[in-house]
């Protein structure tokens, strides 16, 4: 499963791999699933298959450019050094509990077909003045600390708010206290493992941003 900057970088990484296969007279394909076991783009049937097959209403089509696929699946900004696959895909998301002050963080992490969920309260006063975004953040940073943890060498992290990766990438200044620990802690982890976004629309029924959404707001009593 392919993670990538932009879109058009996203689809000119695969000039090669396109031109290779028009060599030996093979049409080129790029599977987007939009719902199944794992969402995504694929450059295999087979990786697609795996995704969908036997999974109820599942949602996929192939394209000849990864921009086209990444399009159907909505992506609006991408970012990646590497058209290598993730070694762990993260969905994140926040929530915020305002009877308590409290952010809420959730992650769900794929690998293998092992799902990890993880989940965790906060309220740092400073923080807490962000919402639900807080939660979103320290769900990016447990994250990235469980990749690190635990050996994976790269680590894919859908968001659905736009800073998640924007703060990181340098391309939105950090000005708060909060954000800009959460831009360190990403350099810090960036030294060791290799870290790429993917932003997905929120609340659009993807399966696993869901997840993450439900998982966050667990961690501060609101389900």
Request: with cysteine.
């Amino acid at each position: 499963m392919y993670c990538e900057q932009e879109v058009k970088a996203f689809d000119a990484g695969f000039d090669d791999r396109q031109k290779r296969g028009q060599k030996i007279g093979m049409a080129v394909k790029f599977y987007a699933v939009k719902k199944g076991r794992t969402t995504g783009i694929f450059s295999t049937w087979d990786q697609c298959k795996a995704q969908t097959a036997g999974y109820p209403g599942a949602l996929y089509k192939s394209f000849p450019t990864a921009e086209e696929a990444a399009a159907y699946l909505g992506w609006t900004q991408m970012t990646a050094e590497s058209e290598e696959p993730c070694e762990l895909t993260a969905y994140v998301d926040g929530s915020f509990n305002t009877a308590t002050g409290e952010y809420g963080s959730g992650a769900i992490l794929l690998c293998g077909g092992e799902e990890i969920s993880l989940w965790e309260k906060g309220n740092d006063p400073e923080l807490a003045t962000m919402r639900n975004v807080a939660g979103e953040i320290l769900a990016s940073e447990l994250a990235m600390k469980y990749a690190y943890e635990n050996g994976y060498s790269s680590l894919c992290i859908y968001h659905d708010y736009e800073g998640i990766a924007r703060w990181c990438t340098g391309e939105w200044k950090a000005n708060k206290e909060g954000t800009k620990r959460y831009r360190e802690v990403y350099r810090m982890y960036r030294q060791k493992i290799r870290i790429e976004f993917v932003k997905v629309k929120g609340h659009s029924g993807d399966r696993y941003n869901d997840v993450a959404d439900s998982l966050a707001k667990k961690a501060v009593g609101l389900n």
